[in-house]
Nanobody
Framework: QLRLVESGGGPVQAGGSLRLSCTFP???????????ATWYHQAPGKERELVAA???????NYADSVKGRFTISKDNRKRAVYLQMNSLRPEDTGVYYC?????????WGQGTQVTVSS
């Protein structure tokens, strides 16, 4: 089964930046390049919401709340998916999860905590 690990979360002040990483330990290149990856944000007591997505063909999609602030990308050499977060706001606080969809199967990471203080 595909394993994915998120990292890069932590405390940051409003207006600051953070880069989250989603890596795939043990995944070969052909596997990684076939993945459709999505970053989700979940605040306590709220539904998990889509933040940004990138397809295996490198098409991207963003939630309205993060357009112009967040950028999703992937690096085939490093077999990693990134979420660059700029101009962070307190409402961005929460757990960020990486989701990978591969050949009809969905895989979730354990999440990484982001805390934006004002």
């Amino acid at each position: 089964q595909l394993r994915l690990v998120e990292s890069g979360g932590g405390p940051v002040q409003a207006g600051g930046s953070l880069r989250l990483s989603c890596t795939f330990p043990g995944a070969i290149l052909s596997t990684f390049t076939s993945i459709d990856a999505t970053w989700y944000h979940q605040a306590p007591g709220k539904e998990r919401e889509l933040v940004a997505a990138i397809t295996s063909g490198r098409n991207t999609n963003y939630a309205d709340s993060v357009k112009g602030r967040f950028t999703i990308s992937k690096d085939n050499r490093k077999r990693a998916v990134y979420l660059q977060m700029n101009s962070l706001r307190p409402e961005d606080t929460g757990v960020y999860y990486c989701r990978a969809d591969l050949w009809g199967q969905t895989h979730w990471g354990q999440g990484t905590q982001v805390t934006v203080s004002s």
